[in-house]
């Protein structure tokens, strides 16, 4: 168990519609990270927030957003879903940059 | 551009016995982190090992060391003593600065399909 947990862990939704994918850090980590997982492209990187701000974003669709609130979870929002969203979306935290990143368990998200 | 290659799609090792998971990364910083992940069929992401780019020694942890080789950009996983509870994808991974902000995105290598046969 690395301590950082991901709700839900499955999600079927319709295309077009709107899902928030939860994520809670480590206790003490105060940096989020955002990771999408397909097939096609890998493992890519999407979004960071630190201790309430946003530090970094990637390859993230201006449909997706996120935002980490005082308690430090994150949430994931993902709107006008299309077929090509499925995949699996990880969270991970960290408490130093440019070290170890412990990711949770993945929101599977499957768009139909 | 920052780029990790992991150039063994997938391998495949008797039991018991040493494996050696090839990684390169490409990077022009001096500071950056590199790890190995292991994911299972289930899906989770179970970090490994990690090593500094200032690190003198190779990172171990337990079964798993990491060789790293500075000048040829290398970050070799070996793992001793395979299990059949080894079999599962591996990925190689940096993480690095980004300009002046203090964010250590991580990049992944496509990964290689570890195969630990009885």
């Known amino acids: 168990d690395s301590g950082v947990t991901q709700t839900p862990k499955h999600l079927i939704t319709a295309t077009g519609q709107r899902v928030t994918l939860r994520c809670s850090p480590r206790?003490?980590?105060?940096?989020v990270y955002w990771y999408q997982q397909s097939l096609d492209q890998g493992l890519q990187f999407l979004i960071q927030?630190?201790?309430?701000?946003?530090?970094a974003k990637g390859n993230i669709l201006e449909r997706f957003s996120a935002q980490q609130f005082p308690d430090l979870h994150s949430e994931l929002n993902l709107s006008s879903l299309e077929l090509g969203d499925s995949a699996l979306y990880f969270c991970?935290?960290?408490?130093?940059?440019?070290?170890?990143?412990?990711f949770g368990p993945g929101t599977r998200l499957t768009v139909l | 551009a920052q780029k990790i290659t992991q150039t063994q799609p997938g391998m495949f090792v008797q039991e018991k016995e040493a494996v050696t998971l090839d990684c390169t990364y490409d990077t022009s910083d001096q500071s950056y982190g590199l790890f190995w992940y292991k994911q299972p069929s289930s899906g989770e992401m179970i970090f490994l090992i990690y090593?500094?780019?200032?690190?003198?020694q190779n990172a171990t942890e337990g079964r798993y060391s990491l060789n790293f080789q500075k000048a040829r950009k290398s970050a070799n996983l070996v793992i001793s003593a395979s299990q059949l509870g080894d079999s599962a994808m591996y990925f190689c991974a940096m993480s690095q600065r980004e300009g002046s902000s203090n964010t250590g995105k991580l990049i992944f290598g496509q990964g290689t399909t570890l195969q630990v046969k009885p």
């Open positions: 991970a935290s960290s408490s130093r940059w440019l070290g170890e990143q412990f």
């Open positions: 927030y630190y201790n309430g701000e946003e530090r």
């Open positions: 090593q500094g780019s200032y690190d003198e």
């Open positions: 206790s003490g980590d105060l940096s």
